[in-house]
């Protein structure tokens, strides 16, 4: 038997996308490109919430049962409540309450050098870095930045 139908026949996997950005175009795309995947590639099972949509929030997963959650983590709480998961958790968000756990991230240094290399190649010889500093992926852009300027 192929391999590929072998795989359709396993017992599929319950996974939770704790995509707490889905109000941004960004994290609905996030979502989408990981439905797309997991439609091709996988035996998941995405859980849904109580409206049918493809996300949950933190506070759910608590006594949640399933084998494995993608979400993004932006402050202390959902950080606590992914570190005490007794499933596998991804997290995919750019934050300083994220650290310690597996994450798949944006190379934010590099989206930095290169917003300063391109201003460089236009010839502008004055910069200006806005952005919060609470925020790691700014601190991680600025660092990009700056590295790029000097």
């Keep these: 038997m192929p391999a590929r139908k072998f795989n359709k026949l396993r017992q599929r996997k319950k996974v939770a996308l704790a995509i707490i950005a889905h109000e941004y175009a960004y994290g609905r795309e996030k979502i989408k490109g990981l439905i797309e995947y997991y439609s091709r590639h996988t035996t998941w ?3 849904r919430n109580k409206l049918f949509q493809p996300f949950v929030k933190f506070s759910a ?3 949640w049962k399933g084998d ?3 979400g993004e983590i932006y402050n202390e709480r959902d950080g606590d409540i992914a570190r005490s998961l007794t499933m596998p958790y991804v997290n995919t968000s ?3 309450h994220a650290e310690g756990l597996p994450s798949v991230r944006i190379d934010n240094k590099l989206v930095g050098k290169m ?7 236009l010839g502008v010889d004055h ?4 952005g919060p500093t609470d925020l790691l992926h700014v ?4 660092q990009g930045f700056s590295k790029s300027i000097k």
């Excluded at 910069?127 to 806005?130: E, R």
């Excluded at 601190?139 to 600025?142: A, P």
């Design 45 to 47: 099972e995405i859980d």
């Design 115 to 121: 917003g300063a290399d391109h201003l460089l190649q």
């Design 94 to 96: 750019s934050s300083f």
């Design 139 to 142: 601190h991680e852009r600025y």
């Design 127 to 130: 910069f200006l870095f806005v």
């Design 68 to 70: 494995g959650v993608v």
């Design 61 to 63: 997963l608590k006594n």
